[in-house]
T-cell receptor, first 116, second 110 residues
């Protein structure tokens, strides 16, 4: 596609429910990143995919968070048993080769998650 | 000490003024420096990137890097109301993991 597409754009869920957030990167981009952006906290790195592999999961805040990527394309971030502190904007980005230093990332518009 | 420090603002300036946005960092391994602009309810978009110390100019925007002081700046000349956004500095070293500042909210007053 022309850009990074994320769905849904907004999600309101009850505490304790599971949610799935989807990211469709730019076609041909091998690297995919998930970030979380909370008010006043900046961008918090969650996980990085190179192809279907996740060489860096160091940012996932707890074992309630997981992500997968299939076919080197679409990625899904799953949050189980959501808590109110999970409320944030979840941003996905992709880059051509993972060499983010040279190319920078292209971000989607994010999914705004609200846990009530 | 956080790896990247950036004043969150908000910073309000009149239209036409020169804007100066800054970040400091602590990791001397950082080699590549970027500025992203983020409009409300949108994802960040890459504005400029630089590698070496010195200045890089693109239209009304100038990115400046001083590696000896671990200090980077973004200057916006002839600021416009459409420049109102959050500006995030970002940087990376050999591991390719980009570290972002918290962002500075900028308001250009017409």
């Amino acid at each position: 596609g022309a850009g990074v597409s994320q769905s849904p754009s907004n999600k309101v869920t009850e505490k304790g429910k599971d949610v799935e957030l989807r990211c469709d990167p730019i076609s041909g981009h091998t690297a995919l990143y998930w970030y979380r952006q909370s008010l006043g906290q900046g961008l918090e790195f969650l996980i990085y995919f190179q192809g279907n592999s996740a060489p860096d999961k160091s940012g996932l805040p707890s074992d309630r968070f997981s992500a997968e990527r299939t076919g080197g394309s679409v990625s899904t971030l799953t949050i189980q048993r959501t808590q109110q502190e999970d409320s944030a904007v979840y941003l996905c980005a992709s880059s051509p080769s993972g060499e983010g230093d040279r190319y920078g990332y292209t971000f989607g518009s994010g999914t705004r998650l609200t846990v009530v | 000490q956080k790896e990247v420090e950036q004043d969150p603002g908000p910073l309000s300036v009149p239209e036409g003024a020169i804007v100066s946005l800054n970040c400091t960092y602590s990791n001397s391994a950082f080699q590549y420096f970027m500025w992203y602009r983020q409009y409300s309810r949108k994802g960040p978009e890459l504005l400029m990137y630089t590698y070496s110390s010195g200045n890089k100019e693109d239209g009304r925007f100038t990115a400046q890097v001083d590696k000896s002081s671990k200090y980077i700046s973004l200057f916006i000349r002839d600021s416009q109301p459409s420049d109102s956004a959050t500006y995030l500095c970002a940087m990376t070293g050999r591991d390719d993991k980009i570290i972002f500042g918290k962002g500075t909210r900028l308001h250009i007053l017409p």
